[in-house]
């Protein structure tokens, strides 16, 4: 495919569909909603409002990450703080798609209901990708970023319609748009992170303190697993707990998951085959965050495993 002929006619269509029209769309910092916002400020100029949504779900300095390598390419970006929102709607949640609508209405019928209320946008653009139609079409997961498939119509329930100009593309085909679009390789080759971020690596109930814990082990994944080349990596908090040892006292601690695969599109993965060396060292970095006494190793393909665990 000529990618960047591709991006040409994007910029085009939703130049088209927008018209006169302002629009509205959500950075997360992957490279799907980064790809949007680029094709969308080209598109658009400043008829583009883009936001960032600081969920609480969120990867240690994620906000002020996003917020500065968009700046560097002069594309402003508001910061949405929306964390009481999603922690409030999350309380009391432990089944994995009760949890993923929560995180989904939030989004879309609070804090962005209210967003195009104010700013007066008709347009949502979205970084939709081929995969997560597939996926949730046919019944594997429910992604947060479909909408009708979670019986939604933005057009009549939320008042605004919704552009998707990466739907024909999977995650392959994305980093060759951002390729041609000249993003910076720290953007371009940044790993997926999902649309309910941490929220779908927690197992059971998201608190603040089992978010803590698990943003703890996910900073110390990717620093570890920087340079492994593969896919994607991630840490997961479980709700087992296990007995262990610390400072000589028996303690009942939790157990966190690490999973490394590799994988062209998320559509299939499998488990890369780590140097223990490597592992040792994530481990014992894992186990000295507190209360976590046990960690392990995912070696499952998908399938039958999905790459999260939510
Ligand atoms: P699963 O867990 O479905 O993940 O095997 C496949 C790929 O998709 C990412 N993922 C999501 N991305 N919204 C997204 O934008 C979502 O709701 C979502 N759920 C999973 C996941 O990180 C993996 O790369």
């Given at each position: 495919?000529?990618?960047?002929?591709?991006?040409?006619?994007?910029?085009?269509?939703?130049?088209?569909?927008?018209?006169?029209?302002?629009?509205?769309?959500?950075?997360?910092?992957?490279?799907?909603?980064?790809?949007?916002?680029?094709?969308?400020?080209?598109?658009?100029?400043?008829?583009?409002?883009?936001?960032?949504?600081?969920?609480?779900?969120?990867?240690?300095?994620?906000?002020?990450?996003?917020?500065?390598?968009?700046?560097?390419?002069?594309?402003?970006?508001?910061?949405?703080?929306?964390?009481?929102?999603?922690?409030?709607?999350?309380?009391?949640?432990?089944?994995?798609?009760?949890?993923?609508?929560?995180?989904?209405?939030?989004?879309?019928?609070?804090?962005?209901?209210?967003?195009?209320?104010?700013?007066?946008?008709?347009?949502?653009?979205?970084?939709?990708?081929?995969?997560?139609?597939?996926?949730?079409?046919?019944?594997?997961?429910?992604?947060?970023?479909?909408?009708?498939?979670?019986?939604?119509?933005?057009?009549?329930?939320?008042?605004?319609?919704?552009?998707?100009?990466?739907?024909?593309?999977?995650?392959?085909?994305?980093?060759?748009?951002?390729?041609?679009?000249?993003?910076?390789?720290?953007?371009?080759?940044?790993?997926?992170?999902?649309?309910?971020?941490l929220a779908t690596r927690i197992v059971g109930e998201v608190t603040r303190q089992?978010?803590?814990?698990?943003?703890?082990?996910?900073?110390?994944?990717?620093?570890?697993?920087?340079?492994?080349?593969?896919?994607?990596?991630?840490?997961?908090?479980?709700?087992?707990?296990?007995?262990?040892?610390?400072?000589?006292?028996?303690?009942?601690?939790?157990?966190?998951?690490?999973?490394?695969?590799?994988?062209?599109?998320?559509?299939?993965?499998?488990?890369?085959?780590?140097?223990?060396?490597?592992?040792?060292?994530?481990?014992?970095?894992?186990?000295?965050?507190?209360?976590?006494?046990?960690?392990?190793?995912?070696?499952?393909?998908?399938?039958?495993?999905?790459?999260?665990?939510?």
């Open positions: 495919m000529d990618y960047r002929a591709f991006a040409d006619e994007k910029i085009a269509e939703i130049r088209e569909s927008v018209g006169d029209d302002l629009a509205i769309n959500a950075l997360s910092g992957g490279v799907d909603s980064s790809v949007v916002t680029v094709l969308g400020h080209r598109a658009l100029g400043d008829r583009l409002k883009t936001v960032f949504v600081d969920n609480a779900l969120m990867r240690e300095g994620e906000p002020e990450r996003v917020c500065k390598i968009f700046a560097e390419m002069s594309i402003p970006v508001e910061c949405v703080d929306a964390r009481a929102e999603f922690l409030d709607a999350l309380a009391g949640l432990t089944d994995p798609e009760q949890k993923r609508n929560a995180v989904t209405n939030t989004f879309y019928r609070k804090v962005f209901g209210d967003l195009v209320q104010k700013t007066g946008a008709k347009y949502l653009l979205h970084g939709t990708i081929l995969t997560d139609i597939e996926e949730t079409v046919a019944g594997i997961k429910r992604q947060h970023n479909i909408l009708t498939q979670l019986g939604i119509d933005p057009e009549r329930e939320l008042g605004y319609w919704v552009l998707e100009p990466l739907a024909a593309l999977r995650k392959d085909g994305v980093r060759e748009v951002a390729k041609v679009l000249g993003f910076p390789a720290k953007l371009a080759e940044r790993i997926p992170f999902p649309g309910p971020a089992r978010l803590d814990t698990v943003r703890a082990a996910t900073t110390i994944v990717e620093e570890e697993l920087a340079d492994s080349g593969a896919f994607q990596y991630l840490a997961v908090l479980l709700t087992d707990k296990a007995t262990g040892i610390r400072n000589d006292r028996r303690e009942f601690g939790q157990i966190v998951v690490v999973r490394c695969i590799d994988s062209v599109d998320a559509r299939t993965a499998t488990a890369v085959e780590l140097p223990w060396e490597k592992l040792h060292r994530i481990c014992e970095r894992i186990t000295a965050i507190e209360g976590v006494n046990r960690c392990l190793y995912d070696l499952t393909p998908k399938p039958p495993a999905t790459v999260e665990y939510v």
